[in-house]
């Protein structure tokens, strides 16, 4: 079975990476950039609306 992934982006260093939707924080909540530590809500970091949506999907929202 293929484990599902969701894509990141820092729009302010340009760092990428990924992870599961099972392991990332609620899409309103605060997320530092590992790389640069710029905050600003999760959601901002997700690349596409297809990540945002699987996040969702994942967290019952």
């Not at 260093?13 to 530590?37: L, M």
């Amino acid at each position: 079975m293929e484990e599902a992934f969701v894509r990141l982006l820092c729009s302010e260093c340009g760092k990428s990476w990924q992870k599961t939707p099972t392991a990332v924080p609620d899409v309103r909540s605060n997320f530092s950039c590992p790389n640069c530590h710029a905050t600003r809500r999760f959601a901002e970091f997700l690349r596409t609306e297809r990540d945002l949506e699987m996040v969702k999907q994942f967290q019952g929202a």
